[in-house]
């Protein structure tokens, strides 16, 4: 183990935090807004990564254009989702709730399964940006790219949801609904609102997964438990929370899998002790507000 292996393994955990920390991003804001757990985020986020991994492959279209073009599109299926059936949801019992995102996440994979075969396809996509290159140490340009965008997307989250108008409306809404109605503000479009953009934020994480990953139907499974783990360990709806979050699960899978001996293989297991380990001792999570007794 040297220095250069350590800071290697160091900068491409993190580089993972950054697709962790993006398609947590738009969970972490409907969850901590509309307090609805959407198992099926990790299907838009696949669905993303098709639509990216097609425009390029079969249209030349910039990865970075894919990526929006993604995200324009998962938002707008978000928003037929949510006025389909989502908003009728909402007003049930939370277990109906759970099966009915649970379901949808089934019904989404399958078709995916039954469209396009389980075979995982790699996107032949250009560098990005230039690779870092500094005493032995290399990350490739488009793991850079993968971190830089998934900040940007946490940076955006926080920004809206803390200095603009719609983000007071949201955090509003999310604590009191029923007072927030008589105070005029219409919770069910502030819901909506924040789905379709937890919907847009997966399309352009899709994008980001196609870009260093690859792409199947089930690609979006392992990442979605990833984020909900990390919205667990930030605490609910704590933005900066699930950016320390996204950190500390990638650089812990990270390490153990470079480090020790088969830690591939069990290194997302090691995470999760840690996860659990926290919430035994903080069960609102790192960051989030403790219930008062």
């Not at 850079?144 to 007071?168: D, K, P």
């Amino acid at each position: 183990m040297t220095f250069a292996s350590v800071a290697q393994a160091v900068l491409l955990a993190l580089s993972m935090a950054g697709l962790y920390a993006a398609v947590a991003a738009g969970l972490t804001l409907t969850v901590g807004v509309t307090r609805i757990i959407n198992f099926a985020h990790g299907e838009f986020v696949m669905l993303g990564a098709f639509l990216t991994y097609w425009l390029h492959m079969r249209f030349g279209v910039s990865p970075w254009l894919g990526m929006a073009a993604s995200g324009l599109a998962l938002g707008a299926f978000s928003a037929l989702v949510y006025r389909g059936f989502l908003a009728r949801v909402l007003k049930q019992d939370e277990h109906n709730q759970l099966l009915a995102t649970l379901g949808l996440s089934i019904l989404i994979l399958n078709l995916a399964v039954i469209a396009w075969s389980p075979d995982p396809r790699v996107m032949q996509a250009p560098q990005l940006l230039p690779s870092l290159n500094v005493a032995g140490v290399t990350v490739p340009g488009n793991n850079i790219a993968v971190a830089l965008v998934g900040l940007l997307l946490f940076a955006a989250m926080y920004m809206l949801r803390n200095h603009t108008r719609y983000g007071t409306q949201m955090r509003f809404a999310s604590d009191d609904p029923a007072l927030a109605m008589h105070a005029g503000i219409d919770v069910d479009r502030v819901f909506e609102l924040s789905f379709v953009i937890g919907g847009a934020a997966a399309g352009v994480s899709g994008g980001l997964v196609a870009l260093i990953l690859y792409v199947q139907p089930t690609v979006g499974v392992d990442l979605v438990i990833r984020a909900f783990a990390i919205i667990a360990l930030g605490g609910l709806g704590n933005i900066p929370g699930a950016l320390i979050g996204s950190a500390i699960l990638a650089l812990t899978e990270g390490l153990i899998s470079t480090f020790v001996p088969q830690g591939g293989s069990w290194g997302f297991g090691i995470a999760f002790l840690i996860l659990l380990l926290v919430l035994v001792v903080r069960p609102s999570g790192l960051f989030g507000k403790q219930a008062q007794a």
